[in-house]
Structures are given as structure tokens and as C-alpha cells.
């Protein structure tokens, strides 16, 4: 499974950014697809998870109310994370990863393919 992510960048506080991330590959058993974010010296955190066949997702209390996630088709494997009121703390390096079935709270160590990451920096 390939993943690649797009739309990060930067933006002042308060401000807006959708990133986007499309799997490719061998995504038979991709049934749930996430975010994340890590910063440096520390673990890759869960932001939002979507399951792909159904309504289910899962926000990290920090961006709950501020960051939505949603998916195109889910045949097409692709999810977006809509950032809205961006805080200096959101800034981090973003992960699109897959994992399969959906759990809430959702286990990093379930999430099994990575894409490179993309970079936000809030200011």
C-alpha cells in the first residue's frame, strides 16, 4: 500500500488548511484510515480516524469541534482532514496511514501503512 499525502503548509493562528492523502496498491483490506501527527522526541499520536464503509469516526479530544475528517468514494481510498481555528500547538508532521477495521479509541500499532508525512506550521 502507497500513501500520499498533500496540502500542508503554513498558516497564521486562527487560520484554515485540508490536507489530503490517497492509498494506493494493495488496499483490499484498508477498512480505516487516519491521522496523525508526530513532533519531535516524541510518540505518533492518533488526530482523527475514519472507518470507510460506515458513519464511525474518532477525533482526538485536542482538535474535537476544530478538525473534520471525511472520505471521497471509499473504492478510491481517499481522506481529507479539514483544520479549521488552527492553534501554534496543531503544528506538527502529519500522517496519512490504513488500518483494518475501525476501533475507537483507535491503537497506532494497528495502523500498518504509512504515508511520508506533511509538514504544518502554525504561527
Known amino acids: 500500500v502507497q500513501l500520499v499525502e498533500s496540502g500542508g503548509g503554513s498558516v497564521q493562528a486562527g487560520g484554515s488548511l485540508r490536507l489530503s492523502c490517497e492509498a494506493s496498491?494493495?488496499?483490499?483490506?484498508?477498512?480505516?484510515m487516519g491521522w496523525f501527527r508526530q513532533d519531535p522526541g516524541k510518540e505518533r499520536e492518533p488526530v482523527a480516524t475514519?472507518?470507510?464503509?460506515?458513519?464511525?469516526?474518532?477525533y482526538a479530544d485536542s482538535v474535537r469541534g476544530r478538525f473534520a475528517i471525511s472520505r471521497d468514494n471509499p473504492k478510491k481510498k481517499i481522506v481529507y482532514l479539514q483544520m479549521d481555528n488552527l492553534k501554534p500547538e496543531d503544528t506538527s508532521i502529519y500522517y496519512c496511514?490504513?488500518?483494518?477495521?475501525?476501533?475507537?479509541?483507535?491503537?497506532?500499532?494497528?495502523?500498518?501503512?504509512w504515508g511520508q508525512g506533511t509538514q504544518v506550521t502554525v504561527s
Open positions: 496511514a490504513t488500518a483494518r477495521g475501525f476501533r475507537d479509541p483507535p491503537r497506532t500499532r494497528d495502523f500498518k501503512s
Open positions: 496498491g494493495n488496499t483490499d483490506d484498508a477498512t480505516c
Open positions: 475514519i472507518y470507510l464503509h460506515g458513519p464511525m469516526t474518532w
